[in-house]
Every structure is written in C-alpha cells, then in structure tokens.
C-alpha cells in the first residue's frame, strides 16, 4: 500500500490561501554549514499528453526517438510500471506527477465519454498532481471544473446512474489560468507535498498560447499569463512559505533530434523559458509536443538543472531522484539524476485498469462498430505528423465540410477549410478494429474527429481568405512549438505558396483561384469552417473578419454523411502549390 503522502485538508487550504495572498511569513534556513549535509531522496515519477489513450493500441515511437521500434503505451502496462517503480523508491518515497493533455483529444472509448474513463483510469493508477494543458480546455473551464470535481455531464447526463462520475482524485494545477472576475487562479496555483521529512512545491502551468488551440468562447471568462512570469511569481512565494524544493509541471515544451532519452538539439520555447525561469525551480517537467528528452540545462544563474520529457500516451516515464538537504529544504542538483522509462509491453496487466477498459468498452463497442462508409485507397496525413503541410486527410475533411455546408438553407458556402492539428487519426485500408478492409466505421470517424466542433459558414471578401491563408506561419513565440499550422481546403479551390517570402507575403499573388476562375480581393464569398478556426482558434484571426455568420451541424456528423454519398472515397490531389 502506497503511504499517504497529502497533507491534511486543512494545512492545503491554508498553505494555498497564504501563498495567493502573499501572507506567510519567510522562513529562512539555520544551523551550522560546517556540518555534514544530511540528505533524503524522492522519486519523482512523471509523464505527459495522456490524451485518454487507455488501451494498448499505438504504434511505437518514431525510428529516431526510438530505434529500438519497441511497442510501448497502454495504461494497464502504465500502471503496473507504475506501482513497479514506486518499489524500488528510496524508503517508499515516491510522488507520480504529470504534465498536462490527459483528457482532450483522445481516442473514442474516452472522449465518446467526454473523457471519464480518461481521468478513472488516473485515479486507479495514483496521479498525484497535473498541470492543465491546452486540451484540458477543449469543452471550456466549466467542463473543466467538472473533470475535476465530479458530477453529471450537463447534456449526457451518466453513463453510469448508480455510480454518478466522481472526479479527480489528483489535482490540477492552473497558476497561469486567471478568472476574469475575480483575479484568482480557475484551477489552485500550485500543491505541497511532504515525503519523507520534506516539502516539495509543484507549480502547474498551461502554455500561455492555450486560446490559440481551443475554442476561444469556451475560455472567455479567463486569462492566461505568460508562464515565466507566473513560475517566477510562485517560487519566490513558496520559497516564503518554507518550501525550498520547487518543481515546474508545465504544457509547453521543446523538439530533439535524437532518442527519447537523450537532448540532442532541444529548441525553444522550452529551452528559452528554461533559461528564464527563476533559480528556485530544482527541475521542469514539460509536455506538449509529444517528445522524449531528459535535459540539463542551466538556470538564470548558470547552475545545472534538470528539464525533462516523457514522449505522449502513456508510452514512457521520466524516472526523476531529487536529492534533498534535509537540513535546508533545497534540492543538492549535482545529486539528482533522471531516466526516461519506455513503457514497453512486457509486464503483466494492472487488472484494475483492465476493468475499467472493459466497462467503457462494452458502452462504446455497440455504437462505434457501425459502418458508415468506405475507402478505395489508404487516406493519410493527420496530426501526428507534420502540421504544417496540406495532406489528403485534412483536404477530405474539408470537403465533408463543404458538403456539409454548401446548400441554400445550410450556409451557402463555397470554399471550406480545415486545419491540419484537428485531424487526429487517418483511414486507412487495413481494418483497424473489427471491421472488413476498406470499411470506415463510426468510431473511426470519431477518431479522426473527436473534438466536438460545429460547422459554421460566414462571408469573407477574397483579401480576408488570403490573411487566413497568410496565418498559417506565425513564428514563434505566437505559437508557441509549432509556428507552421497548415489548412485544408476544399475542392475546387487552390493557390500557391512561396514559403522563401517573408511572413504576410506566401500566398503568391493572383494564385487563389475557385472552379477555375481567379478570386477577387474586394469580392465576397461564403467560406465553412470548424466554429473553432472561425473563433480564432490555432490564431486564425481573419475568420473572425467574417460576417453573416450561419450555424451548421456537429463535425462527425458531417463526416458520416459525406462518407455514405461518396463510397469508396479515395485520397484528394493536392490543391496548392509550392507547400
């Protein structure tokens, strides 16, 4: 039995009100240096972008994270791994900690369920603390707070009456996510742990870009700051408060070259942030961009420190031993080491969270087994590759969504566009579930699409789709990692792209062209899109530019009907040149 490592109920609530308020006292080490450092160790066990990926289903990492192409990922494997570890922590002492996107985005036996299974299967294998990443705000910060604290789903209601969802027995953490009303963190700022005779403060954070990535209406009520300012903010407060060993747990991270294990070439932003945030933060542990990298990387005070992250889906662990002065409170960095884990299949199965696949599983099988259309060839090209490309997966869902939406009494539309990020899953000839080669059923259709959106159509003039086109680069910062978002676009229209020519200049001038007639700038047209990308989502503003604004239906069931009136559907030709 692991031991109980929270604090009382009391001491959190109180410990969390005087580091937002600022009224605790200092607290300064004493005793003399000159004797020997009494230390402890803690494990740290962490990982990142979950995404409700319960079952063991993903293929292995890439070639260049993983040479090994080893099959890894799949929560009972996780689990187990897990409770493995936490065996050989130092006198029990063990913390599992995450990094946000545990929910959002995930495949259908979760998000069909608007991703309680997701934070079920959590609570089963003993998360102690998260931050919140971007897709934790996919439904809104009111479906949010019901993630964590329980209850019904307003609409669904429960899938089980007899046993109405919970919530999250572990707590996230949201210190850069600021209620416009009153000023305060949506979500507490940071959590304290005491293991073994010491304090270690967690700091949760999202990417401040979070509004570019989801739905901006579902985030209206909040603020999201800038993460070094906010990580700063709160290490000099804990550090107030007593606590002296800090961790960063923070959605944004950074791209290597080389294996999950290693550092080769980490980029920014997290490279950047890393050598701005405050030298009372012993370590950060990052997520996002779904890669694998243990990094040491000095502070503002040029002192080594450990930046770590564990790929995605539950296919590694970062395996961290912080080094404490139990006589100071401070982490001996020189001491502290940390591994990447692969979570390889090789283990026996948690059988509690196999119990929970197969409670879900015998909900989703009825519904997600329907066949619904067909594919001649193999469709590729979603998000978990390039996203800065135009692939054939993204330019079909573009013409579900033209069809969708082209009609006198559905919009109008003529022109229809997609993003590439929103894409998540592609169709492929081989059955990947039950069903025959060739077959597309409703449950990949959800997982090509599992993020909820409504079409909509509005009037844009020809100079208004070219911005739209021209933000598909934004450099960074604006974007955090990912500068380069490409769009689909829908049949019968196409341009060329100069990526040689500076920002605001790709589109090449006079390309646009619709059923072969050149588009005029000063002309309007009915454009439809994902409600997402029209309110400015992935920081397409120009479709906020649009007028006459007309509602549609929800995104799967487009995709449905657009795949029973085009059996056998093959992959689009490109429609835009240069890219």
Not at 532 to 554: N, R, S, V
Request: contains cysteine; proline residues 6%; neutral net charge.
């Amino acid at each position: 039995m692991r031991p109980n490592r929270r604090l009382t109920a009391t001491t959190v609530a109180a410990l969390f009100a005087a580091l937002t308020m600022g009224a605790m006292a200092p607290a300064t080490a004493k005793g003399d240096s000159s004797k020997r450092m009494r230390t402890t160790s803690v494990q740290l066990l962490s990982f990142n972008d979950y995404h409700g990926h319960l079952e063991a289903t993903d293929t292995p990492l890439s070639r260049a994270q993983d040479p090994s192409q080893t099959p890894a990922g799949g929560v009972e494997y996780l689990s187990s791994r897990l409770a493995m570890l936490r065996s050989t922590a130092p006198g029990g002492r063990s913390l599992t900690v995450a990094a946000g996107d545990l929910i959002g985005g995930s495949p259908f036996l979760s998000g069909m369920f608007h991703d309680e299974p997701s934070v079920e299967s959590l609570n089963a294998l003993g998360l102690d603390v998260s931050s919140v990443g971007n897709h934790e705000f996919d439904e809104g910060t009111k479906e949010l707070l019901r993630m964590q604290r329980g209850g019904c789903h307003p609409k669904d209601g429960c899938y089980f009456p007899d046993a109405p969802y919970k919530g999250a027995d572990f707590h996230w953490l949201a210190a850069n996510v600021i209620k416009k009303s009153t000023g305060r963190p949506l979500l507490p700022a940071v959590s304290v742990k005491r293991v073994g005779g010491v304090k270690i403060g967690f700091i949760g954070m999202t990417l401040e870009a979070t509004p570019t990535l989801v739905s901006p209406a579902g985030v209206s009520s909040v603020r999201f700051l800038d993460e070094v300012k906010t990580a700063n903010k709160y290490a000099r407060r804990l550090q107030r408060s007593g606590v002296k060993s800090i961790v960063v747990l923070i959605h944004e991270g950074g791209y290597v070259t080389g294996t999950f294990q290693g550092c080769d070439g980490i980029s920014e932003p997290i490279a950047q942030m890393a050598a701005q945030i405050s030298p009372k933060v012993d370590q950060i542990i990052s997520g996002h961009t779904h890669m694998g990298y243990v990094c040491s990387i000095p502070d503002p005070k040029g002192q080594p420190r450990l930046v770590t992250s564990a790929t995605n889906y539950g296919q590694a662990i970062t395996e961290t031993t912080l080094v404490i002065n139990k006589r100071t409170g401070n982490v001996v960095r020189e001491a502290s080491t940390a591994t990447n884990i692969l979570n390889a299949r090789d283990i026996e199965k948690d059988p509690r969270q196999t119990d929970i696949i197969t409670k879900w599983k015998a909900l989703s099988d009825t519904v997600g087994a329907r066949v619904v259309g067909s594919n001649a060839e193999d469709i590729l090209g979603d998000s978990s590759g390039n996203r800065g490309i135009e692939t054939p997966m993204v330019d079909l869902i573009a013409d579900a969504i033209l069809a969708a939406t082209d009609g006198a009494d559905q919009g109008g539309a003529q022109i229809a566009f997609m993003n590439v990020g929103g894409v998540r899953a592609s169709f492929r000839l081989a059955p990947k579930y039950t069903e025959a080669s060739g077959e597309i059923t409703y449950k990949e259709v959800y997982d090509v699409m599992p993020f909820g959106n409504r079409l909509v159509t509005v009037s844009m003039t020809g100079d208004q789709i070219r911005q739209a086109l021209e933000q598909q680069y934004q450099p960074v910062p604006a974007r955090g990692s990912r500068p380069m978002l490409a769009l689909g676009v829908s049949n019968g229209f196409s341009y060329d792209w100069d990526a040689s020519q500076p920002q605001g200049s790709r589109v090449v001038g006079g390309s646009m062209m619709l059923n072969g007639t050149p588009i005029d700038m000063n002309a309007t047209y009915r454009v439809g899109t994902l409600s997402f990308l029209q309110e400015g989502g992935d920081l397409f503003t120009a479709f906020k530019l649009g007028t006459d604004l007309k509602g549609g239906p929800e995104d799967i069931p487009a995709v449905v009907d657009y795949l029973g009136a085009h059996p056998g559907v093959t992959a689009p030709a490109s429609r835009i040149g240069g890219l």
